[in-house]
């Protein structure tokens, strides 16, 4: 957790630095329609975007999320051409170093050279409830199809594990409006081993 927060915080650091200088030598005449393009398509996909919650709260937040997911490409290119501008050809394998730093990377990495896990079936309850609260990160931070397609199997799998342990339990969970980024552990059935000990 801390090495992604350090991670985004360079990345910031740097989107910002290279927004600012992107703004000062992008020709008025390109920087304009591009400005209001970049900002016409984070406010269609804000608009755009099907909540599948019911909140209003969280609905607010999932459009806005939409919307800033749909910018970044174009922040990102407008960042990439101002510290282009400034570093030269050093932009390239700083940008490379960017990418192959990244938390979801750096976890495939871990997860290639670590032994394999044992199944669902070994996993405790409180584990799989787990999984499924911090795998919404994941999905979030994925970079590729590959990736975003691996967690959410994962998840489905998560899912299909609590039905087979607690139907009902996941099933009140469900109902309860769950969010995608929800804890379903205080509704489905902990394993004796996920108990706090009894005061004795």
Partial sequence: MAYSFVWRAVCVA?????????????????LIPYTLLTIVIGLTAAVGHTPSGTDAQDERRASKQAGVR??????????????????????????L????????VVRWYGESAS???????????AQL???????FEDLQT??????????VTARQRCLDELERRDPDGLNAWLSSAASAAGD???????????APPADG
């Fill in 142 to 151: 994925a970079m590729t199809p590959a990736a975003r397609l691996r967690i």
């Fill in 14 to 30: 740097l989107g910002c630095l290279g927004i600012v200088l992107g703004l000062i030598v992008f020709p008025p005449d390109l």
């Fill in 184 to 194: 379903p552990s205080r509704f489905v059935r902990l394993d004796q081993s996920d």
């Fill in 97 to 104: 170093a960017v990418v192959v730093t990244s938390p979801p």
């Fill in 70 to 95: 749909a910018m970044r490409p174009f922040m990102g290119l407008l960042a990439l051409a101002g510290l282009g501008f400034a570093l030269g050809v050093v932009v390239l394998p700083l940008a």
């Fill in 115 to 125: 032994p394999p896990q044992p199944g669902e079936s070994a996993t405790s309850t």
């Fill in 129 to 135: 409830c787990q999984q499924w609260h911090d795998s």
